[in-house]
């Protein structure tokens, strides 16, 4: 599996924007990028994921490079309640198994 | 919420026991995945089942054995329990058997500690 590589912490003030980057540079043509995240004491709660063009939902915006080989997550007005372990994951379509691999992730603080 | 429910929140029990784990998925996810978390390991997957039967395996122990119902019901069942078997055990489900897209959606867990 291709594996990504985040940094281990972020530090935002409340409503200012972040960017979480993510590399993935072994990444296959067939890879999705899922963004999923982990409040404390949670389960993980899925935030995003897209193949080749920028996504946006509610939650966030999910900006991929051209040559697919990073991506960063956005939040538009960081809150409180987006502090979070952020994980960034890469899987197959149509791949046999459907299970995410998590990495470590990035923490994110927020500050008021 | 997610959807997905699991039982019991919390369980104690002692070394060399046995206990199950039970989850039951989003109404219309055909797929069950169990993930193990623990403070050196991080989020482990364990087992997948896709509408009764095993799809895929992880680092899931041969003591630890699950099955999916008929009514797609999961339970995740730890025999012998070491100490090391203390962890965050999560149920997630989804719609399909996976890849493409493959949202997860996530219980909020059962927090399993061996004395």
């Known amino acids: 599996d291709a594996k990504t590589t985040q940094p281990n912490s972020m530090e935002s003030n409340e409503e200012e924007p972040v960017h979480l980057p993510c590399n993935h540079s072994t990444i296959s043509g067939t890879d999705y990028i899922h963004w999923y995240r982990q409040l404390p004491s949670q389960g993980p709660e899925y935030v995003i994921h897209?193949?080749?063009s920028n996504v946006n939902n509610r939650m966030a915006s999910l900006a991929i490079a051209e040559d697919r080989k990073s991506s960063t997550l956005i939040l538009h007005r960081a809150t409180l309640r987006d502090a979070a372990v952020y994980y960034c994951?890469?899987?197959?379509?149509?791949?046999?198994?459907?299970?995410?691999?998590f990495g470590k992730g990035t923490k994110l603080s927020v500050k008021p | 919420d997610s959807g997905v429910t699991q039982t019991p929140k919390h369980l104690i029990t002692a070394t060399g026991q046995r206990v199950t784990l039970r989850c039951s998925p989003r109404s219309g996810d055909l797929s069950v995945y169990w993930y193990q978390q623990s403070l050196d390991q991080g989020l482990q997957f364990l087992i997948q089942?896709?509408?009764?039967?095993?799809?895929a395996k992880g680092n899931i122990l041969e003591r630890f054995s699950a099955q999916q119902f008929p009514d797609l019901h999961s339970e995740l069942n730890l025999s012998s329990l070491e100490l090391g078997d203390s962890a965050l055990y999560f149920c997630a489900s989804s719609v399909d058997r996976g890849g493409h897209g493959n949202t997860q959606y996530f219980g909020p867990g059962t927090r399993l500690t061996v004395l």
């Open positions: 089942y896709y509408n009764g039967e095993e799809r």
């Open positions: 897209g193949l080749t």
């Open positions: 994951i890469l899987s197959a379509y149509g791949g046999s198994q459907g299970n995410l691999i």
